[in-house]
């Protein structure tokens, strides 16, 4: 079977956009806030980035929201990340709703994820299911390791599609691009199968900080890498 890659028309922007939302912690302690308040501006910006990836055309965003990893952190800091995902949902969905955003929630969700929480997952995604203008997909309680393991143990053979078949969101297409804020360099067991072939970028910016201008830069590197890479499959200059 063909390699299945993300498709990159020259000059165009992703039709898939993931983002690794790293410093809300950082952010807040240098501002002598508790980390709470980190995570509570971190979540401010996702709405407004969510916002602008839809007025910039983006099809697919995907936003890391809580790693399997996360559960080892201190259980007030737990405790405060999932009241805010809780409350970030009842606020957030009917919005999404009217701007014809479909939400979906990849990742375990079994215990220890409140039954709650599970509960308001499944409303958000009943309601949104319809629209078609994008798709926001939040990973909560997941790990890219963890999401192969669990296709690999029910996997009855095939190839790349068949094993596809089996992740939380088969259908969706690989991120053509992954940015990750905060200063670090590295993928933090995130869409591990999806984003074999996706550009990164790295920015310096802790996420509460990351603006709309520093989204449309890493928007035109991708232009810039994409264009560069379609000349020289061309036979232009390198």
């Known amino acids: 079977m063909a390699e ?8 165009a922007d992703p039709r898939h956009l993931a983002i690794i939302t790293d410093g809300n912690g950082r952010w807040a302690k240098r501002r002598g806030l508790p980390v709470q308040a980190g995570h509570r501006a971190g979540a401010e910006t996702v709405r ?7 007025e910039l055309g983006i099809r697919e965003l995907t936003v890391y929201a809580f790693s399997t990893e996360n559960w080892a ?3 007030r800091e737990v405790r405060g990340l999932i009241e805010l995902l809780s409350e970030y949902i009842d606020r957030v969905t009917p919005e999404l709703h009217a701007e014809g955003v479909r939400l979906r929630f990849i990742g375990e969700r079994g215990r220890p994820v409140p039954e709650s929480l599970v509960e308001k997952m499944e409303w958000a995604e009943r309601l949104t299911e319809g629209n ?7 990973p909560f309680n997941y790990g890219g390791r963890a999401e192969i393991v669990r296709v690999a143990r029910r996997f ?21 691009l992954l940015i990750r804020t905060g200063g670090e360099r590295r993928l933090s067991n995130y869409l591990l199968w999806q984003a074999a072939h996706s550009e990164l970028v790295f920015s310096e910016r802790l996420w509460p900080d990351f603006s709309r201008g520093d989204l449309e ?9 994409t264009g560069r890479q379609a000349r ?3 036979g232009g200059g390198g």
């Open 217 to 225: 830069a890493a928007l035109a590197e991708y232009r810039e890498r």
């Open 73 to 75: 952190r201190s259980p």
């Open 132 to 138: 078609e203008r994008m798709v926001f997909c939040v």
């Open 48 to 54: 407004t980035r969510l916002r602008d990836a839809v």
């Open 4 to 11: 299945s890659r993300p498709s990159r028309a020259e000059g």
């Open 232 to 234: 020289a499959g061309r």
């Open 156 to 176: 009855a053979g095939g190839g790349e599609e068949q094993f596809r078949a089996g992740l939380y969101a088969p259908e969706m297409a690989d991120p053509q």
